[in-house]
T-cell receptor
Framework: DADVTQTPRNRITKTGKRIMLECSQT?????MYWYRQDPGLGLRLIYYSFDVKDINKGEISDGYSVSRQAQAKFSLSLESAIPNQTALYFC???????????FGSGTRLTVV | AQTVTQSQPEMSVQEAETVTLSCTYDTSESDYYLFWYKQPPSRQMILVIR??????QNATENRFSVNFQKAAKSFSLKISDSQLGDAAMYFCAYRRGNFGNEKLTFGTGTRLTIIP
């Protein structure tokens, strides 16, 4: 099994719909992150969580919310999807010792 | 805020040749980490190499090595003996070194094409 599992892998949704992207990890790390990737923009941080009770906004949190249900689970919600939220979304986890991130395989979201 | 700049949106190299991808960053910190990630068409993000700023020795991983110039805030990736499987997007990333600052800041990426 993958260390970081994201579901769904691909999703097409309509404008105005609520959608949740799910992420779970088996690394046992406290730190979890949600990024979005757009062509020419790299990866940008949406939200991050350093433990179950600690959730923080990243640089592009508008239009998104998150829930940290357990150490291993961190979900991202779009309350009312809009077309410019079409992107590739990554969940990741890390330790606190600078060893880098472990990423999920991404969710490609298309809002039509 | 820290920024990471990759000035080469696209690069190409002949198979078996050597290519260098550029990355510069802006920070006022003295303790930090730098990373190169590879994203092949499968879209998985794969850690290629990692450098701690306090280490003067450049990191190497098999055919991958870095040229870390701390004073110039430069962190380039050299790929030797390029192989077809090296074709991918490459992202440079930075994080501050102190505890509680594990967020990564990414560059915009360089798409590497390998010419057979």
């Amino acid at each position: 099994d993958a260390d970081v599992t994201q579901t769904p892998r691909n999703r097409i949704t309509k404008t105005g719909k609520r959608i949740m992207l799910e992420c779970s990890q088996t690394k046992g790390h406290d730190r979890m992150y949600w990024y979005r990737q757009d062509p020419g923009l790299g990866l940008r941080l949406i939200y991050y969580s350093f433990d179950v009770k600690d959730i923080n906004k990243g640089e592009i949190s508008d239009g998104y919310s998150v829930s940290r249900q357990a150490q291993a689970k961190f979900s991202l919600s779009l309350e009312s999807a809009i077309p410019n939220q079409t992107a590739l979304y990554f969940c990741a986890t890390s330790d606190d010792r600078g060893h880098g991130y472990t990423f999920g395989s991404g969710t490609r979201l298309t809002v039509v | 805020a820290q920024t990471v700049t990759q000035s080469q949106p696209e690069m190409s190299v002949q198979e078996a040749e050597t290519v260098t991808l550029s990355c510069t960053y802006d920070t006022s910190e003295s303790d930090y980490y730098l990373f190169w990630y590879k994203q092949p068409p499968s879209r998985q993000m794969i850690l290629v190499i990692r450098q701690e700023a306090y280490k003067q020795q450049n990191a190497t991983e098999n055919r991958f090595s870095v040229n870390f110039q701390k004073a110039a805030k430069s962190f380039s990736l050299k790929i030797s003996d390029s192989q077809l499987g090296d074709a991918a997007m490459y992202f440079c990333a930075y994080r501050r070194g102190n505890f509680g600052n594990e967020k990564l800041t990414f560059g915009t990426g360089t798409r590497l094409t390998i010419i057979p």
